[in-house]
């Protein structure tokens, strides 16, 4: 079965560091998504992005957030200058062309701030 | 603006029991709902959707969750609760317009099944 996968798993990064994280979304999905988690808090939308652009994004999706689909499969979450209360679980999900389709979530990718 | 609540952090159940796992919401239009289970260190899984038809809807794992419009709720149920699904589940909904739209969560509901 198909499923979207995420790297790294954890990442550990200094403060005011830049950090990319990497999502390989099912492969003839359409729409693709960030979301984070803090640990022991609800999941939180980031960011959307459809047909090559940002769709939709939050008030945490700041001017130090970007996303990217560089080759077709990628698709990457990038942090420009990390803080403390970055860290989180983020999570990379895709769905497919039927807008009645769930969003199909990876692992998560674990990004520790120190 | 959509929202979910959650209004059990915690719902113990004893294993063979039946268990239900409450979700209300609030969206503007017909909703899509879903719930997602997340087990220790480990990904959001899909378990089952309510998009239109009957309000019964059949999951994964022997899952099943009822719409009501009245009341707008989506409760999550099984007939007979296992050990194995004591996990983290998490109510969500979607506006019905748009792929790119947000699935917004509720805090989740940590499910115990005791042996």
């Known amino acids: 079965e198909p499923e979207v996968t995420q790297t790294p798993s954890h990442q550990v990064t200094q403060m005011g560091q830049e950090v990319i994280l990497r999502c390989v979304p099912i492969s003839n999905h359409l729409y693709f998504y960030w979301y984070r988690q803090i640990l022991g808090q609800k999941v939180e939308f980031l960011v959307s992005?459809?047909?090559?652009?940002?769709?939709?994004k939050s008030e945490i999706f700041d001017d130090q957030f970007s996303v990217e689909r560089p080759d077709g499969s990628n698709f990457t979450l990038k942090i420009r200058s990390t803080k403390l209360e970055d860290s989180a679980m983020y999570f990379c999900a895709s769905m497919g062309r039927d807008s009645h389709n769930e969003q199909f979530f990876g692992p998560g990718t674990r990004l520790t701030v120190l | 603006a959509q929202s979910v609540a959650q209004p059990e952090d915690q719902v113990n159940v004893a294993e063979g029991n039946p268990l239900t796992v409450k979700c209300t919401y609030s969206?503007?239009?017909?909703?899509?709902l879903f719930w997602y289970v997340q087990y220790p260190n480990r990904g959001l899984q899909f378990l089952l959707k309510?998009?239109?038809?009957?309000?019964l809807v059949k999951g994964s794992y022997g899952f099943e969750a009822e719409f009501n419009k009245s009341q707008t709720s989506f409760h999550l149920k099984k007939p007979s609760a296992l050990v194995s699904d004591s996990a983290l589940y998490f109510c969500?909904?979607?506006?019905?317009?748009?792929?790119?739209?947000?699935?917004?969560f509720g805090i989740g509901t940590k499910l115990q099944v005791i042996p």
């Open positions: 969500a909904v979607r506006p019905p317009s748009g792929g790119y739209q947000k699935v917004t």
């Open positions: 992005f459809y047909n090559n652009e940002i769709s939709e």
């Open positions: 969206v503007s239009g017909n909703p899509y």
């Open positions: 309510y998009i239109t038809g009957d309000n």
